[in-house]
């Protein structure tokens, strides 16, 4: 499931009849007053601002109105606010962050058209309803390109999907200060027990909302940006299942899916790549265990790795030069499933034959290399965390007897390199200096 979820602008208000400069006016607790007199303004306030004027109302000290105008006296963004706040019209707001978004807004939630650019660069583009992307949809990816969607109420088309989050969206909006709750936790609107989403906006956009039905919490949202970051759907009092948002440039698209139980990921869990791969796991007391799998975008096993206890076994199943190869690593791993240590790696050629090994032991590292009938072919050590070749090697004949010997620093041939026959007997001496033959 893929979604993008848009911010619910929430701004402050806005109208009068007196004409007045923004320098005669000073704000306190949300209200306007005049400098001269520190009486309540009621009027249209002008203030320019980087060639644009805009004409701000206040009625009793609070803004019921904006309207803005460019230098060719175009407008460029038109909006009421009603009593509870909630705004009305075409919005074009700058956060802090220099994210500019343009945007049709009713009753405080986006429907119609709405575009976003970060530092004037495009962002994304598209239509909207209630709040999520609902028609056709342009978006800058990963990759700096823009890619056109197509969505219906915020889930891409033939996407599939387990959970719709649109039926928390189409519902009654309500600022969360206006929220009680009663003796048994219930939420509540004038003593009445609550259903719909309660929301917290900061700086223009919601930061957090939570949806209620007959009082119970049912679901708690993340936002960043305007983009949803993350979802908890309740199971019950101490379990939930979570989405995860990529927060980036591709926001609003989901990276993960696990399942909570008081706080600790317990049961499955899902990862999800851009590329089109994705991982499918579990979880045990916040440990992964047990077989964790990845795919590709066609669905085909990647890799596998396997959790028992504190050990863990990963095979990769990967490309080289178009043939099948895999790998096969042992380690330890944390109390979270992190990696701490491997024990051994193994490298298989296309017909499933062990190639080489590298076994670990504290700091080091000692690599073998064998034929295809499992004779050693070489050995030596190598660096621990590079695994380029240090120290002593050496190599064999496919009878398993030594045909040359030789010494690397960091990775480089240096001293003297011996060769045999295969009776044993020395042949020929090379002289190397730091990989320089002498």
């Known amino acids: 499931?893929?979604?993008?979820?848009?911010?619910?602008?929430?701004?402050?208000?806005?109208?009068?009849?007196?004409?007045?400069?923004?320098?005669?006016?000073?704000?306190?607790?949300?209200?306007?007053y005049y400098v001269r007199d520190e009486k309540i303004v009621s009027g249209v306030v002008v203030t320019e601002l980087e060639g644009n004027s805009i004409y701000t109302t206040y009625e009793n000290g609070n803004k019921i109105k904006e309207r803005v105008l460019n230098n060719k006296r175009e407008v460029v963004s038109e909006f009421s606010i009603g009593?509870?706040?909630?705004?009305?019209?075409?919005?074009?707001?700058?956060n802090e962050y220099e994210e500019t978004i343009i945007a049709d807004v009713k009753n405080g939630i986006i429907n119609g058209k709405a575009n976003q650019t970060y530092y004037g660069e495009f962002d994304f583009e598209g239509e909207f309803l209630n709040g999520v992307a609902n028609g056709k949809l342009k978006i800058l990816n990963e990759?700096?390109?823009?890619?056109?969607?197509?969505?219906?109420?915020?889930?891409?088309?033939?996407?599939?999907?387990?959970?719709?989050?649109?039926?928390?969206?189409?519902t009654k909006f309500i600022n969360q200060n206006k929220i009680t709750f009663n003796n048994n936790g219930k939420a509540q609107e004038n003593s009445k027990p609550f259903t719909g989403l309660s929301v917290k906006e900061v700086n223009g956009y919601v930061s957090e909302a939570s949806y209620y039905k007959l009082g119970d919490k049912v679901a708690d949202f993340s936002?960043?940006?305007?983009?949803?970051?993350?979802?908890?759907?309740?199971?019950?009092?101490?379990?939930?299942?979570?989405y995860d948002f990529m927060k980036e440039i591709n926001k609003g698209i989901l990276s993960g899916v696990t399942n909570y139980s008081k706080e600790i990921p317990e049961g499955d869990t899902s990862v999800y790549f851009l590329n089109g791969q994705r991982m499918e796991g579990k979880y045990l007391k916040g440990r992964l265990m047990g077989k964790v799998i990845y795919y590709d975008k066609n669905n085909k096993t990647i890799k596998v790795e396997e959790f028992k206890d504190t050990t863990f076994t990963e095979i990769t199943y990967y490309d080289y030069n178009k043939n099948?190869?895999?790998?096969?690593?042992?380690?330890?791993?944390?109390?979270?499933?992190?990696?701490?240590?491997?024990?051994?790696e193994i490298f298989y050629d296309i017909n499933?034959?062990?190639?080489?090994?590298?076994?670990?032991?504290?700091?080091?590292?000692?690599?073998?290399?064998?034929?295809?009938?499992?004779?050693?072919?070489?050995?030596?050590?190598?660096?621990?965390?590079?695994?380029?070749?240090i120290g002593?090697?050496?190599?064999?004949?496919e009878s398993g007897k030594i045909k040359s010997k030789y010494s690397y620093v960091d990775g480089v041939l240096d001293g003297k390199k011996y060769y045999y026959n295969e009776a044993g007997i020395e042949i020929k001496v090379e002289n190397y200096n730091y990989g320089e033959q002498e």
């Open 1 to 32: 499931m893929k979604k993008i979820l848009m911010s619910i602008l929430i701004i402050n208000s806005l109208f009068a009849n007196e004409v007045i400069n923004n320098k005669e006016i000073y704000t306190e607790n949300g209200k306007a």
């Open 83 to 94: 009593a509870d706040n909630l705004i009305n019209g075409k919005v074009n707001f700058t």
């Open 143 to 170: 990759q700096y390109i823009t890619e056109d969607k197509i969505f219906n109420n915020g889930l891409e088309s033939n996407k599939n999907s387990s959970f719709i989050f649109k039926d928390y969206f189409s």
């Open 223 to 242: 936002f960043q940006d305007g983009f949803m970051g993350s979802a908890k759907i309740y199971k019950g009092i101490d379990s939930y299942i979570k």
């Open 324 to 344: 099948l190869k895999k790998s096969e690593a042992q380690g330890k791993y944390s109390l979270y499933g992190e990696k701490e240590k491997t024990d051994k």
């Open 352 to 389: 499933q034959k062990i190639e080489s090994e590298i076994s670990y032991n504290e700091q080091t590292a000692y690599k073998k290399n064998f034929f295809s009938n499992g004779v050693v072919k070489s050995e030596g050590q190598v660096d621990y965390y590079e695994q380029y070749p």
């Open 392 to 397: 002593e090697w050496k190599e064999y004949f």
